[in-house]
Structures are given as structure tokens and as C-alpha cells.
């Protein structure tokens, strides 16, 4: 990149546009003159570096800085009391300074982390269509900005498995966090409620049930959310070194560190401010949202309503299913189906092949099918039904591929009773096909 001629004041411009610190370290090697500017300038390194910051985090720069720039992430007593000493984080303001290379990696690192739960809210709470986010830049703004907020609360309060302190040391805990988020105005605050809920959405998304220990779960902080997302299991995050001790999060409910970790301040928040609490059935689109898209939507086949609820190739990836459950009726307990089955499905536990999977199915559409389609939304009794009469024919064809020859076809087909207790005739009969009798005894 040639320079040469060009006004410093637009070769230090130019470089306020570069999207990443990468993309500002290439022109600076590659060309002199941009070496120079960076250099010589006076604070034209500290003026470039935020631009190239506010690119990469954007408006939620403030808090994001105010995040990584918290030094201490832990809570201790003082010597002589029982009072909780803490770290006074740094003031939300627009004046940034310089912004060293570690606050870089970290600001990058946790920009990432923001990025891809924003990912998560959009298509769960925004629009099922779209796996990348298609948040306003107001709403983007108003999540990011109580995302990073909540990594500094959680950076102030770590979930510890500490022992069990005294009752004054809890209170004045609880007091702490309390004034960590009472100095937040009202509508940012219940953007905050609002976000806090999202997260605690995925920890019930992943346990199976209405009550998971969300208060230790939320403390382990919004990486560990999107850590958790992605396994699809929030067990990943007992090798956290804060919590290596053997004893599962549910057990982590009773102590005092967690109890209303987050709902407890905000009770006292809305109590002492006189206003009406967020109501329980609000949805994690409130107060972050201006609109959402498609929250009447029914399914294509059925009509059930479902609005986000609705299953599209955008979230076939997150759809809850055992695939070996889904085979047609006896077949699931034919141990020569099952076990070359579930070897050649194992790698569909991991999220990222599972959604193409489901999508190469429709390329299998029997004729009873012919008007689904993948562009359609479906809701989960029609997407379960869909995967039940196809995953046995896809089966079929992949053994063929990969040189087992069919035996003769079973008469009694997948109802086949014989098959699950009789290995040699589940060996020596194909069952994979439709039955041509009744059922076989």
C-alpha cells in the first residue's frame, strides 16, 4: 500500500477504518508512511488504537473496557473485620486513554464471547431464520452493553465454592452486590434483567428441567454461558478450576455464595426504587427488543402455533433429539441396526453436523412427503415425525454405500418382534423396509 504524497491527516484516517488489529498492523509493516504516522504523531497511536477498538467491540466500548480493566475478580475480607474489601471498578465514561496490548486480547476475546451469544438471542428470541444476528444497531447496542456488564458483575463476585461464611459476611456480600447494579438507571437495568434472563434460558434449555441450579451457573459468567451452549451440556463447565471439587452444581444451590446470586439485588433494587418488578412470564425480548420477527408464526404442516418455538434449517442444529429413538419401531431394539447405527451417528452429537444432517434428509423425501420443505418451519411433533420416516431409509441407502449387500426382505419389515430377541434372524432378514404382513409374534 503506497501512501506517498498523501496528507498525514488522511493517512492517520485511514487507519481509524481498519476493522481488526490485524488489518492496522499489516499497513503499518507494509508502509512507511503509515509507520511514520503511528509513531510520530503525537497521541496518534492512542487515538488510532480506540478507533480500531470501537470497530472491533463498537458503542458498548465503555462497559467492554471497564470489564477488562477490573483488576481484581474475587471478594476477601480484611483483617481486622468482617467487611468485604473490593476493587472500585474504573467509571463508565467515553475517555478511554491508551489501551494496552493485553486489554486488547482481552477486549477481542470477550467482543468475541458478546458476538456469538448475540448469535443465540437473535435466533431464540429475534428471528428463527437466521442464524447470524439480525439485531437493530439500537438493539445490538442495549444487549452488548448489559452482556458486558454482567461479565464485570461476575468478575466482582465469582461464584467461589468457598467455605461457608458467617451471616454478617453474607449480608454485607449481598450488599455489595446490590450496589453493583443499583447505579445503573431503570431502563438500562431491566435491559440487564432482561439479558441476565436469556442467560439463565440457556441453563434450563440444557438441563432438561424447569429448575436447574441457574444462581451457580449464571456466577461462572457469559463465557461460560456460550461454553455451555455449545457443548450442549453445562456439565463442561465443572473442570472450571473454581469448581473441581466433586460436588455437581445442583448441590451448589444451598450456599450462601449463590442464593440469589442476581435476583436478589434486583428484588431490593426495584423494591427500594418503588416500581413494579419484571413479571415472571416476560419474555428475554423485553426492554432489548423493538420487534420481533415472526412471533405468530405456525408450523407449515400442522398449524400449531410456535412463533420462535418453530424449528428452521437456521436451528435444526439445537434440535433436542436421540437420533437412535427415532427408528421406526422395532428397529430401535435390533442389535444389528443399533450398534453400525450409532457408530455412524456419533459424530451428530456435535451440533455444528447435526443441522446439515437434518437437511440432507429432505433430499430423501418419500412420496408422502413431497410438499415439505426445508425452507419451511416446523414445529417438533411434525419435525420428529419427519426424522422418524426418513432416518430408516437413510440408513438403508448408507449401508448400501458402504458395500453391505441386503439380505431377503422380512415380511413383518420394521414391526418385526422377532428381530429384537432372535439375533439370527435379525442377522439373516433385512428389516429395513416397510412390512408386507401384519404384525409377526
Not at 478450576?241 to 455464595?257: G, I
Request: hydrophobic share 35%; aromatic share 10%.
Amino acid at each position: 500500500m503506497s501512501a506517498h504524497g498523501l496528507p498525514l491527516d488522511i493517512v492517520d484516517r485511514i487507519m481509524t477504518f481498519c476493522p481488526t488489529f490485524g488489518t492496522l498492523q499489516s499497513i503499518i509493516l507494509v508502509s512507511k508512511a503509515f509507520h511514520r504516522v503511528f509513531q510520530t504523531r503525537p497521541n496518534a497511536s492512542t487515538s488510532i488504537t480506540q478507533a480500531v477498538m470501537y470497530n472491533i467491540v463498537g458503542p458498548a466500548l465503555p462497559q467492554a473496557l471497564r470489564t477488562v480493566r477490573y483488576r481484581h475478580d474475587y471478594s476477601r475480607r480484611s483483617d481486622d473485620s468482617v467487611a468485604i474489601v473490593m476493587d472500585e471498578p474504573c467509571l463508565e465514561d467515553n475517555t478511554h486513554g491508551f489501551i494496552t496490548v493485553e486489554e486488547q486480547q482481552k477486549l477481542q476475546e470477550n467482543s468475541r464471547v458478546a458476538a456469538a451469544l448475540e448469535d443465540v438471542y437473535s435466533v431464540t428470541n429475534k428471528d428463527r431464520t437466521s442464524k447470524i444476528s439480525v439485531l437493530t444497531s439500537d438493539e445490538s447496542w442495549r444487549f452488548r452493553r448489559a452482556m458486558y456488564r454482567i461479565m464485570l458483575y461476575c468478575k466482582q463476585f465469582p461464584g467461589l465454592r468457598f467455605d461457608l461464611y458467617d451471616d454478617d459476611y453474607i449480608e454485607e456480600l449481598r450488599q455489595q452486590r446490590t450496589a453493583a447494579l443499583a447505579e445503573y438507571p431503570t431502563d438500562e437495568l431491566l435491559q440487564l434483567h432482561s439479558v441476565v434472563k436469556f442467560l439463565r434460558n440457556i441453563f434450563v434449555s440444557l438441563s432438561g428441567t424447569d429448575s436447574p441450579p441457574t444462581n451457580a451457573l449464571l456466577s461462572t459468567g457469559p463465557s461460560d454461558a456460550l461454553r455451555a451452549w455449545e457443548a450442549r451440556n453445562y456439565s463442561v463447565l465443572e473442570d472450571d478450576p473454581d469448581f473441581v471439587d466433586d460436588m455437581p452444581f445442583e448441590d451448589d444451590e444451598n450456599n450462601p455464595n449463590f442464593v440469589g446470586y442476581l435476583s436478589l439485588p434486583f428484588a431490593n433494587i426495584w423494591t427500594a426504587r418503588n416500581i413494579a418488578p419484571p413479571k415472571e412470564e416476560e419474555p428475554a425480548s423485553k426492554w432489548i427488543l423493538d420487534q420481533v420477527n415472526g412471533a405468530n408464526d405456525t408450523c407449515s404442516q400442522c398449524s400449531h402455533p410456535g412463533g420462535l418455538t418453530l424449528y428452521t434449517e437456521a436451528n435444526w442444529h439445537r434440535f433436542p433429539v436421540i437420533l437412535g429413538n427415532l427408528l421406526k419401531e422395532n428397529l430401535k431394539h435390533n442389535p444389528t441396526i443399533t450398534q453400525p447405527f450409532f457408530a455412524a451417528t456419533a459424530h451428530l452429537d456435535n451440533a455444528d453436523d447435526l443441522g446439515p444432517f437434518i437437511g440432507d434428509l429432505f433430499a430423501l423425501r418419500t412420496t408422502a412427503f413431497d410438499g415439505w420443505r426445508r425452507e419451511d418451519s416446523y414445529c417438533a411433533a411434525c419435525l420428529t415425525r419427519f426424522l422418524e420416516e426418513h432416518l430408516w431409509v437413510w440408513w438403508f441407502k448408507e449401508r448400501v454405500k458402504g458395500g453391505w449387500t441386503p439380505p431377503a426382505d422380512c415380511w413383518y419389515g420394521w414391526n418385526c418382534r422377532t428381530q429384537i430377541n432372535k439375533r439370527s434372524h435379525a442377522d439373516m432378514m433385512n428389516h429395513l423396509c416397510a412390512p408386507m404382513k401384519g404384525d409377526a409374534t
